[in-house]
């Protein structure tokens, strides 16, 4: 803005520095004014921390992810992990129906309608959990080693929660006889292409 000649030339000094102060500050804010139209193009690229847990979309690197590889990330306060999973894994998916809880996915709370199958995922190579246990919300721990385990002679490999031993095959499904009443949440999620996903949004804007 420019400022008016006739009332410069009599304003006191004092008054014209107060005046330039106020002008500054209008600026700072028109500034802000502006980040904030910019936000909703950028927040599910580059959310901040407070947009991650108000839900804000957040995408994830897989380019790198090796097989039997997990990495882990933050969306609306929860961990959420990204396994990328080994032909074996995949395979070995089918052989525990009869120890698993909800083998077949039945409870549509736990995932989206595109991942209710017996991979729990749109891509079986590529698996993506809300890590929280369904008993008491622990973390559990990622065990993909196949072979007798303190807690399970014939583990095929999975996740095990060790504050009160609920146990989660490679899918995210409960077994059963454990504390855990449900399988591990599938959040929504889709490929934004072959490196990236982006969780909270679902493939063409399903949920």
Known sequence: M??????????????????????AGTGA?????????????????????????????????IGELQPGQLIRLQWRGQTIGILRRTDRMVEDLSQLGDELS????????????????????????????NMHCTHL???????????????DENWLGGFF????????????RVYSGVPAPTNLAVPPYSFLDDDHVIIGVGPEGAA
């Open 2 to 23: 420019s400022d008016n000649q006739s009332l410069a030339s009599v304003q006191p000094a004092a008054d014209k520095g107060r005046r330039m102060l106020l002008l």
């Open 161 to 172: 929660c060790p504050c009160h031993k609920s146990k989660f095959d490679l899918a995210g």
């Open 29 to 61: 804010v028109g500034a802000v004014g502006a980040g904030f139209v910019a936000w909703p193009f950028v927040a599910s690229w580059t959310p901040s921390e407070r947009a991650k847990v108000v839900g804000a979309p957040v995408e994830a690197f």
């Open 102 to 129: 909800d083998p077949e996915s039945g409870n549509a709370d736990q995932q989206p309608e595109y991942a209710a199958n017996v991979h729990r995922s749109i891509k079986p190579e590529y698996l993506v959990l």
């Open 137 to 151: 919300g622990c973390v559990p721990e990622y065990i993909p080693e196949v072979g007798a385990q303190p807690f």
